[in-house]
């Protein structure tokens, strides 16, 4: 159930960002932000078109990950460390569980920069700064730190019965 709802969401972002695009396209300059430094401003532009790179590549980069997660052939393809040898049914579970979410924090982060993009190329730009990086590097960071320590105490669990 968490997967579906997981996997729903990251469709409904990916579509907002895609129709923001076309709400926001006619209106757009004929330059647009397509990188940013660290303090968060735009220091490379490219044309208005560039704008659907972000849904392109997000879909792309959610589709390859839901093939692996989903398809149970390419489970001997995904790596989980364990103690006690090979890993266990659970483990694998979790880490699946694990490419779900970061399916759907990647999928939240590339609609974050559409909706920057738009904002910056009409001439509203916000920006963290510095604090951009830091909360997104957090997110993936605490989310990758939660599965490991949920891998570890399941590699313990099952292999100490």
Do not use: C
């Not at 972002?13 to 430094?37: C, E, G, Q, R, T």
């Amino acid at each position: 159930m968490l997967k579906k709802v997981l996997d729903i969401s990251s469709i409904v972002l990916w579509l907002i960002s895609v129709i923001l695009i076309m709400i926001n396209f006619a209106d757009l300059p004929d330059k647009i932000p397509s990188h940013y430094n660290f303090a968060g401003d735009a220091d490379a532009w490219s044309t208005k078109t560039f704008i659907f790179f972000m849904p392109v590549l997000g879909l792309l980069i959610w589709l390859m990950l839901h093939y692996l997660a989903s398809n149970p052939k390419l489970d001997k393809y995904i790596h989980v460390p364990s103690l006690y040898g090979q890993p266990n049914k659970a483990q694998i579970e979790n880490a699946k569980l694990l490419i779900y979410f970061i399916k759907f924090e990647m999928m939240a982060l590339f609609t974050f920069l559409v909706i920057k993009d738009l904002y910056t190329a009409l001439g509203m730009p916000f920006k963290l700064g510095v604090w951009e990086s830091i909360i997104i590097l957090s997110v993936l960071g605490v989310t990758i730190i939660i599965f490991m320590a949920r891998n570890h105490m399941l590699d313990k669990n099952e292999n100490t019965k």
